[in-house]
Every structure is written in structure tokens, then in C-alpha cells.
């Protein structure tokens, strides 16, 4: 019996023991805007013990640890606080606060991934940029935003839109061909090169991103849509995660007006687990360029987010009707600067605000050309994004996107024509009708008086691509997340399909040589006396349709990926399986005399349209991409890094013509090879990175455009290889905690090393250029900036730098370096707690550089961009002031 009592007595007392050495741990993590951080690590240091914050931020951690300890709290992008805590039994409650990290390379990356980690430890080439960058910037295009990541070459000379941007090591396809525009993870079209038209065309940036990630090589070809050599994400802000309200309103020169708004926050009471955020602009510009045509519109987004137990569903949905007027090359004299006009200003632009409302007949019925509206897009998607954790360590991702858009390009393309320099009055005449005997040329809208024989005019063509196109995509993916927490598997899947329509008018214009020039209506009286009306309206040739193609693909793709994570090690491997087929129905043409005026030229007269038939044809191709890649941590400054893949990249179906009784057109994926190895490094002081690569892509196809017999049509179609050796380094050092120096640098040696040319127009085929540098990559790229924020006062100065290129592969042109200068600043007033106010200014191209991005892109294969009085180019963007004024409340 006291044996029993004895016993008794020791246990109870063992468990008094242990009730008092337990102690309970709770608290709540925020960053500095009070926004509660989902998934921070809390972590007693020395120990195995730990827990993670929960949707609201709150965590609950029991230890039985005692004595003095360490509190960790930790979270990728954000500087870690270490709290020191008596454990004794009695509950403690921390309430911490984390500070964004001043380092880059301690931004979390999202993309390419499947799981949360930083920058430095992933073993991939990774850029970022926070939305508060690009709006201090007023960056208005896709080339703004980008032209500082390193490796890539960003082209802004057309305007906001349609940014030709390519990237290291691979050919010159421009408009996102082998890096695919992603809105929170899928992309913007789902299979490029349907119509050719830019991803960007479909959207455009607003406040309402939390930033922009770029990933290249690696991984990036696997997951969800792939890519050939990176992926551009554009991550949403949510109202669980982005709480408050946001207006900025940008003034620039140019009579530009933009006001851009964020809201976000709770739908419903305190309790509520739905959030929502609503975003977007209104602008309306005259500039930089003045064409007498306008840009404006309206963006909308927003997203609705549902928080239940063990996930989210947000729904995602945006609505665009914009106008950008677009800028194409012009003539230039042999110096490659811009030509003085006939009132004396130099000329940067040949777009006419009297081409609005042109019109004409057709064999169809009346076409009213679209030329007012420039690149235009009305229209919009909706998606779904569903989250499922099915335990801690089993997680199911899927989303489910639709996308509807009404999208016309018009291409003014300035002096392109038989007669295209500028050239005197006289001249024109001589060359165009040499035997009249009188002529007479009046401006449109101006009444009778004659135009002087000494004023230069300039032949035209003006291209309208009616391109609307209806995009579904989906994926899904399981995530198993192994017991001892080293691997984390990926089985994922990706489907969608994309129909699109191609159908082009053109038409040939005579106006004077001026900016926003005046049309001109020109007639003769020809060698036996007869009226010919040569110009009407402005129009000398109302050529009418062009082209008129149906196109769809559907792809499938499945993959599978393992990140593991060892003590000093991680590694990424992965597979994708992918297949696409797709249709192209080619519409036959006839041309028609339309107008029975005898007095008017055939050009006038007949005009080119739908004749009913079609051409059908299709294609279908499966290839396999595999990446393999690695990072060791050498120290706790400096990790290593290496990857490798096999990737694809199924080419335009625009590029294979059906053949008439061929019912399956030869069609093959395009093979690329990439490999990189590198260091990154981050202390208190400097981040950065250095790296060596190599790029191989086999069996390219690609169609050159030129202007033939007045038109633009496909010219040539180029079967390519091409190979690529380079270095790149990034760096941001850290002078004080608000002075810092950032930069990027790239050198690239690349090479054409086969290329078999067909002549679409006249035949033949041809093997040349074999051994040339790649057409519009330079080989020196980089990037320099100061920035100094003390969080009321900030400011940047920066260069970047585009190095020499060639115009074409022929590689018989080569364009100068350019190098162009921003400047910003601004103060932030805190009006209270939560609301303040940032009044700033920004300037593009301080020093108005006018170096040349490219030239006469569609000379043609025999080069005559150089080989003539006059180059046709396209500058840079010339000088451009914003003020901006950023409410927060």
C-alpha cells in the first residue's frame, strides 16, 4: 500500500514538474504597412522546435524548453528579428514587426517554383522589381519596366505597346516570342504566333501589381504554360495581403493625363474571410510623338479572395478598351539623324491625324479603316485560381483562365513606298509620270491652292491587321512535400487552346514631309491630254485586303518536378511532355475594279477581297523539355549555382502556308539547349551575382517581312541555327541604409551557324548569312543606378546601356550604341498614421539621345536600309517630363 502511494506521489509530481517547464509561445507578425504575413517561420534557435504564422499572421508555439532562448521570426524578402525570452511556465505574447530587406537577392520568388524561397536560393537566374519602382518611374511600357534586367534587350521606339523585347542568347523575334507575359501565372495568350501580335498589346501594367518577376533557364520551361527562355510574371495584389487605397495621378508633357487607383481590403465584418481588390486607369496623351491622333483608354482589374480552412479561391478579372498610337521607322539622312521638314522642324513622325475616318469600297461593301485607333484592344479575361492543402504536406493548385479580345493594329509605315524618301514635288512627278504635260497638287481639306513644286512629299503604306482572338487555359498541379521535408514533388498539367484571326487591308498614302503631315490630292494631265487623277483623298493606291487567315492550336502538356532540399544542397530536376496541333485556313484573294471613274489609276480603281476559297492545312508536333539544376551554399554569404535544359518551342503556325491538296504541313518544334553556372553573394552591404551561359537553338523558323512592289508581305522564310557564349553579373551595394548602387552587365559572343533561305516571292532557295552575328542583339548590355530613400525623400538617377548591333543578319548595317538617362524624386508628407501624400517628378531619355534602335526591319533581304541617300530608322523616344502626385490612405 505504500508502495502504490509512493508511486502515485511520483508521478504527480513529475507532471506538476512538467506543467510547469511547458511553456506556451503565441504572438502575431505583421510587415511595416500593419499587413499580417501568411507562413513566417518562427523558430527557437538551437532547437528543432518551430511553427509558421497563419493567414492572419498569429502563431501558437508550446516548448518544453526552459532558461534563456532565441525567438526567431523569419520570412523570405524580409529582414529576420531575433527576440530573447525567459521560458519558465509562464505564457508569452510577441507582437513583431518585419522590415522589407534592402537586398534583392532576398525577394521570394514565386514563379517557376513550387515552393517559397528567396532569390539566392534558387539555382536560377531571377529578376524583380516592386510595382513602387515602376510607378515612382512613370514607366509607362513593357520596355521601361525591362530594359534593366540583365540579358535583356528591350526596344520602346513604337510607343507603349508592342515592345520588341529579346533575350540573351536567342534570335531576334521580338514581341515576347520566346518569354511569354504572365498576369499571376498565366500567360496573356497561350500560343503565340497565330497573328504575331505582342502579348502586351492584350494588357497593360497598373498599380495594382505587387511587381514583376523574370526567371530565365531552369525550370522556367516546365511549369505551366513553359517557356524557351524565361518567364515575365506580374503577381496581383490581394485584399488580404495589400489592405488600403492607393491614387496616382501623372501629368507629362505631351497634354498627358493618367490617373491610376488601387483599393483593396475586407468584403464584409472583422470576421470576414473574403477580401477583394479593385484597380486600374484612365489616360488619355497627345504625345510623345504628336500625330493629331490620340491615345487613350481604360484599364480595369480586380479579384475577389476566399480564405477557407486549408485554402483560398480568388477570382481574377480584367476589362481593357485602349488606344496607343504606334511608331514606326522613318526616314533619316545618311548621318542617321532626323530630317528637317518643309517648316523647317525636324521630322519624327509621318502619321497623319487626316487619315481619320478613311474609308473605301470593296467588292464586300464599305471598309472603314481603324488607322485613329492605333493598336487597339477592347476586351478582357476572367480566371480562377484554387489553392487546396490537403494536409501540410500535400498541396492542389488549379487555374482556369478565358480571354475575349476585339484587337487592331495599324502600322503607318513612313516612307516606305516605290517613291518612299522624301523627295521634292518636281522629283515625284518626274518619276511618276515623266511625259505630263501639267499637274496639280492641292493639300487635303485646303482648298485650290497649289502646292509649290519645291516642296518635299513622301510616299506611304498604312497596314491595318484586324486581329481578334478568344484564348482558354488551364492547368493543375498536386505538390507532395515528403516526410523528412527533402523533396518536394510536382505532378502538373497544362491545356489550352487559342483561335485567332489574321485578316489585313492596306492602302498607300501621299502627304507632304512634315510631323502630323497634310494629305495631299494629286493629278495630271498625262502626254495626249487626258486627266489622271493619281492621289484621292490622300490615297494613291486603295489596295484593300491582304491577307485573310482563320488560325486555332490546342496544346497539352504534362510535367513533373522535384525540389529538394538538403542541408547545404538544393536541387531542381523536372520533365515536361507537351503535343500541339492546330489549323490554318488560308483565304484565297482577287482584285476587282471598283470604282468606274476612268480618270482615277487602276491603283485607284481595283481594290483586292475575299474571293471565298480557302486553303486548309494542319499541324501537330511533340516534343520534351527536362531541366536539371543545382545550388550549394558555400557559405552563409555565397551560394554556387548550375542548371541546365532541354527545351522547345513549337514555331509560329502563321510561318507554315498550306499547300492546296496537302492536307498536313511539315511542322517540327524548335530544339534549345541552355546551361549557366554561377555565384550569388549577399551581406548587410552588397548582393549580386555572376555568371557564365550558353544558348543553342536548332532548327529555327522564322519569315521576314519586307516592303515588295509597294506591299508588305512575308519575303523570305529562314530555317536557322544559331549558338551563343556569355557572362552576366548583377550587383547592389549598400553605401548607408538609404544610399545604394545598383547595376547589371551582359556580354554575349553569338553566331548564326546554319541558315537556309527561301524566296517566298520569286523562289529559290539559298544557304547565307552562315557566321554572322544575330540580327538587333548586341553583344554589351548593361545597366547603372543610384538610389537614395530615407523613406521621406527619395530619388534615382540611371543609365542603361544598349551596345552595337547589326540591323539584319546580313549584318551589312550596324547601328550605334545607345545609352539613355532617367532621373526621378520625389518627397512623401505623412499626413497621419496611415496616409500620406508623394509628390515627384521623372524624366525618360534626360539627355534626348536619338540613337537608333532599329533599321528598316523591312528593307528587305538586300539590305537597302544603308545602301541609299536616305536610312530608315526608328529613334529612340525623344525627352519626356512626368510629375506624379501618390495619395495612400
Same mark, same amino acid.
Given at each position: 500500500m505504500m508502495m502504490k502511494k509512493l508511486g502515485v506521489a511520483i508521478i504527480a509530481l513529475f507532471c506538476f514538474g512538467s506543467a510547469i517547464a511547458q511553456t506556451d509561445i503565441t504572438g502575431n507578425v505583421k510587415d511595416a504597412a500593419g499587413v499580417p504575413i501568411l507562413g513566417a517561420n518562427v523558430l527557437i534557435m538551437g532547437s528543432t522546435e518551430g511553427t509558421t504564422t497563419d493567414f492572419d499572421g498569429n502563431f501558437i508555439l508550446t516548448t518544453d524548453?526552459?532558461?534563456?532562448?532565441?525567438?526567431?521570426?523569419?520570412?523570405?524578402?524580409?529582414?529576420?528579428?531575433?527576440?530573447?525570452?525567459?521560458?519558465?511556465?509562464?505564457?508569452?505574447?510577441?507582437?513583431?514587426?518585419?522590415? @522589407?530587406?534592402?537586398?534583392?537577392?532576398? @525577394?521570394?520568388?514565386?514563379?517557376?517554383?513550387?515552393?517559397?524561397?528567396?532569390?539566392?536560393?534558387?539555382?536560377l537566374s531571377i529578376s524583380s522589381k516592386k510595382m513602387a519602382e515602376i510607378t515612382k518611374l512613370s514607366a509607362n511600357s513593357q520596355a521601361d519596366i525591362l530594359r534593366t534586367v540583365p540579358g535583356i534587350t528591350a526596344e520602346g521606339g513604337g510607343g507603349e505597346t508592342a515592345t520588341n523585347l529579346f533575350v540573351r542568347g536567342l534570335p531576334s523575334g521580338g514581341q515576347y516570342v520566346f518569354n511569354p507575359l504572365q498576369y499571376d501565372g498565366m500567360p496573356l495568350i497561350s500560343?503565340?504566333?497565330?497573328?504575331?501580335?505582342?502579348?502586351?498589346?492584350?494588357?497593360?501594367?497598373?498599380?495594382?501589381?505587387?511587381?514583376?518577376?523574370?526567371?530565365?533557364?531552369?525550370?522556367?520551361?516546365?511549369?505551366g504554360a513553359g517557356s524557351v527562355a524565361g518567364i515575365i510574371n506580374y503577381t496581383s495584389k490581394t485584399g488580404d495581403t495589400n489592405p488600403g487605397n492607393t491614387i496616382n495621378v501623372e501629368w507629362g508633357d505631351g497634354d498627358r493625363l493618367k490617373t491610376d487607383f488601387y483599393s483593396g481590403g475586407r468584403l464584409g465584418g472583422e470576421d470576414s474571410n473574403t477580401f477583394y481588390a479593385f484597380t486600374g486607369f484612365v489616360r488619355t496623351d497627345q504625345g510623345p510623338l504628336d500625330t493629331g491622333l490620340a491615345t487613350r483608354g481604360v484599364q480595369f482589374r480586380g479579384n475577389i479572395k476566399k480564405r477557407f480552412e486549408r485554402g483560398t479561391f480568388t477570382v481574377h478579372g480584367q476589362f481593357i478598351n485602349d488606344r496607343a498610337q504606334f511608331y514606326l521607322p522613318l526616314p533619316l539622312n545618311a548621318d542617321r539623324e532626323r530630317i528637317n521638314g518643309n517648316d523647317g522642324e525636324p521630322v519624327a513622325q509621318l502619321l497623319s491625324g487626316q487619315l481619320e475616318e478613311t474609308s473605301f469600297l470593296t467588292p464586300?461593301?464599305?471598309?472603314?479603316?481603324?488607322?485613329?485607333?492605333?493598336?487597339?484592344?477592347?476586351?478582357?479575361?476572367?480566371?480562377?485560381?484554387?489553392?487546396?492543402?490537403?494536409?501540410?504536406?500535400?498541396?492542389?493548385?488549379?487555374?482556369?483562365?478565358?480571354?475575349?479580345?476585339?484587337?487592331?493594329?495599324?502600322?503607318?509605315?513612313?516612307?516606305?513606298?516605290?517613291?518612299?524618301?522624301?523627295?521634292?514635288?518636281?522629283?515625284?512627278?518626274?518619276?511618276?509620270?515623266?511625259?505630263?504635260?501639267g499637274f496639280s497638287a492641292t493639300y487635303q481639306g485646303g482648298g485650290d491652292t497649289q502646292i509649290s513644286g519645291t516642296d518635299l512629299v513622301v510616299d506611304n503604306l498604312h497596314v491595318d491587321r484586324l486581329?481578334?482572338?478568344?484564348?482558354?487555359?488551364?492547368?493543375?498541379?498536386?505538390?507532395?512535400?515528403?516526410?523528412?521535408?527533402?523533396?518536394?514533388?510536382?505532378?502538373?498539367?497544362?491545356?489550352?487552346?487559342?483561335?485567332?484571326?489574321?485578316?489585313?487591308?492596306?492602302?498607300?498614302?501621299?502627304?507632304?514631309?512634315?510631323?502630323?503631315?497634310?494629305?495631299?490630292?494629286?493629278?495630271?494631265?498625262?502626254?495626249?491630254?487626258?486627266?489622271?487623277?493619281?492621289?484621292?483623298?490622300?490615297?494613291?493606291?486603295?489596295?484593300?485586303?491582304?491577307?485573310?487567315?482563320?488560325?486555332?492550336?490546342?496544346?497539352?502538356?504534362?510535367?513533373?518536378?522535384?525540389?529538394?532540399?538538403?542541408?547545404?544542397?538544393?536541387?531542381?530536376?523536372?520533365?515536361?511532355?507537351?503535343?500541339?496541333?492546330?489549323?490554318?485556313?488560308?483565304?484565297?484573294?482577287?482584285?476587282?475594279?471598283?470604282?468606274?471613274?476612268?480618270?482615277?489609276?487602276?491603283?485607284?480603281?481595283?481594290?483586292?477581297?475575299?474571293?471565298?476559297?480557302?486553303?486548309?492545312?494542319?499541324?501537330?508536333?511533340?516534343d520534351w523539355a527536362v531541366s536539371l539544376a543545382g545550388l550549394y551554399e558555400l557559405s552563409e554569404s555565397t551560394n554556387l549555382y548550375a542548371n541546365f535544359s532541354r527545351g522547345f518551342f513549337f514555331?509560329?503556325?502563321?510561318?507554315?502556308?498550306?499547300?492546296?491538296?496537302?492536307?498536313?504541313?511539315?511542322?517540327?518544334?524548335?530544339?534549345i539547349i541552355q546551361f549557366e553556372a554561377g555565384a550569388k553573394f549577399g551581406t548587410s552591404k552588397f548582393s549580386g551575382s555572376?555568371?557564365?551561359?550558353?544558348?543553342?537553338?536548332?532548327?529555327?523558323?522564322?519569315?521576314?517581312?519586307?516592303?515588295?512592289?509597294?506591299?508588305?508581305?512575308?519575303?523570305?522564310?529562314?530555317?536557322?541555327?544559331?549558338?551563343?557564349?556569355?557572362?552576366?553579373?548583377?550587383?547592389?551595394?549598400?553605401?548607408?541604409?538609404?544610399?545604394?548602387?545598383?547595376?547589371?552587365?551582359?556580354?554575349?559572343?553569338?553566331?548564326?551557324?546554319?541558315?537556309?533561305?527561301?524566296?517566298?516571292?520569286?523562289?529559290?532557295?539559298?544557304?547565307?548569312? @552562315?557566321?554572322?552575328?544575330?540580327?538587333?542583339?548586341?553583344n554589351i548590355l548593361g545597366s547603372i543606378a543610384l538610389n537614395y530613400n530615407d523613406s521621406a525623400?527619395?530619388?534615382?538617377?540611371?543609365?542603361?546601356?544598349?551596345?552595337?548591333?547589326?540591323?539584319?543578319?546580313?549584318?551589312?548595317? @550596324?547601328?550605334?550604341?545607345?545609352?539613355?538617362?532617367?532621373?526621378?524624386?520625389?518627397?512623401?508628407?505623412?499626413?497621419?498614421?496611415?496616409?500620406?501624400?508623394?509628390?515627384?517628378?521623372?524624366?525618360?531619355?534626360l539627355f534626348d539621345s536619338d540613337g537608333i534602335t532599329e533599321g528598316n526591319p523591312r528593307a528587305g533581304v538586300a539590305g537597302e536600309a544603308g545602301n541609299q541617300d536616305f536610312f530608315f530608322g526608328r529613334p529612340i523616344l525623344p525627352r519626356r517630363v512626368f510629375l506624379t502626385a501618390t495619395f495612400n490612405f
Open positions: 524548453l526552459t532558461g534563456s532562448q532565441v525567438i526567431r521570426i523569419s520570412f523570405v524578402g524580409f529582414t529576420a528579428v531575433e527576440n530573447t525570452v525567459e521560458l519558465n511556465g509562464t505564457a508569452i505574447t510577441l507582437e513583431v514587426v518585419l522590415q @522589407e530587406s534592402g537586398q534583392q537577392l532576398d @525577394e521570394v520568388v514565386i514563379t517557376a517554383s513550387s515552393t517559397f524561397r528567396s532569390q539566392k536560393q534558387a539555382p500560343s503565340f504566333g497565330l497573328n504575331s501580335s505582342a502579348h502586351d498589346v492584350y494588357a497593360r501594367p497598373d498599380i495594382g501589381f505587387k511587381g514583376v518577376e523574370f526567371v530565365r533557364g531552369g525550370a522556367a520551361i516546365l511549369y464586300g461593301g464599305v471598309y472603314e479603316s481603324p488607322i485613329e485607333d492605333g493598336v487597339f484592344t477592347k476586351g478582357g479575361y476572367v480566371m480562377g485560381d484554387f489553392t487546396y492543402n490537403f494536409s501540410d504536406n500535400l498541396r492542389f493548385k488549379s487555374k482556369v483562365r478565358y480571354a475575349n479580345y476585339e484587337h487592331n493594329f495599324a502600322l503607318y509605315v513612313g516612307g516606305n513606298g516605290t517613291n518612299g524618301n522624301p523627295i521634292s514635288l518636281n522629283g515625284y512627278m518626274a518619276s511618276i509620270a515623266p511625259d505630263n504635260i486581329r481578334p482572338m478568344t484564348d482558354y487555359s488551364g492547368e493543375a498541379s498536386l505538390t507532395l512535400r515528403s516526410n523528412d521535408g527533402f523533396h518536394n514533388f510536382t505532378l502538373g498539367t497544362f491545356l489550352s487552346r487559342t483561335e485567332a484571326e489574321d485578316v489585313n487591308y492596306q492602302y498607300r498614302v501621299l502627304s507632304e514631309f512634315n510631323n502630323n503631315p497634310r494629305l495631299i490630292n494629286l493629278s495630271y494631265t498625262d502626254a495626249g491630254g487626258g486627266n489622271v487623277i493619281f492621289s484621292e483623298g490622300g490615297l494613291t493606291n486603295r489596295v484593300g485586303m491582304t491577307s485573310n487567315r482563320f488560325l486555332d492550336q490546342n496544346r497539352t502538356a504534362f510535367y513533373i518536378t522535384d525540389e529538394m532540399v538538403f542541408d547545404k544542397w538544393r536541387f531542381d530536376v523536372g520533365f515536361r511532355l507537351e503535343s500541339t496541333e492546330g489549323n490554318f485556313s488560308n483565304g484565297g484573294l482577287e482584285e476587282t475594279t471598283v470604282y468606274t471613274n476612268t480618270e482615277l489609276t487602276d491603283d485607284l480603281r481595283n481594290v483586292s477581297f475575299a474571293d471565298g476559297s480557302f486553303t486548309r492545312a494542319r499541324i501537330s508536333a511533340t514555331p509560329q503556325i502563321r510561318s507554315f502556308a498550306p499547300v492546296a491538296g496537302i492536307p498536313e504541313s511539315n511542322y517540327d518544334a524548335e530544339n555572376a555568371a557564365a551561359y550558353y544558348v543553342s537553338l536548332k532548327d529555327r523558323v522564322r519569315i521576314n517581312q519586307a516592303i515588295v512592289g509597294g506591299l508588305l508581305v512575308d519575303q523570305t522564310r529562314s530555317e536557322q541555327n544559331t549558338s551563343t557564349f556569355g557572362v552576366e553579373a548583377t550587383w547592389d551595394y549598400r553605401f548607408t541604409d538609404v544610399l545604394s548602387l545598383q547595376g547589371t552587365a551582359t556580354y554575349q559572343n553569338h553566331e548564326i551557324t546554319k541558315n537556309i533561305q527561301e524566296d517566298l516571292v520569286n523562289g529559290g532557295t539559298t544557304v547565307t548569312n @552562315e557566321g554572322n552575328e544575330l540580327a538587333r542583339q548586341p525623400f527619395d530619388a534615382i538617377f540611371s543609365l542603361n546601356h544598349t551596345g552595337k548591333k547589326f540591323t539584319s543578319d546580313i549584318n551589312d548595317v @550596324e547601328l550605334d550604341a545607345i545609352t539613355i538617362a532617367r532621373v526621378g524624386a520625389g518627397y512623401t508628407f505623412n499626413t497621419n498614421e496611415d496616409n500620406s501624400v508623394r509628390l515627384g517628378f521623372s524624366v525618360f531619355n
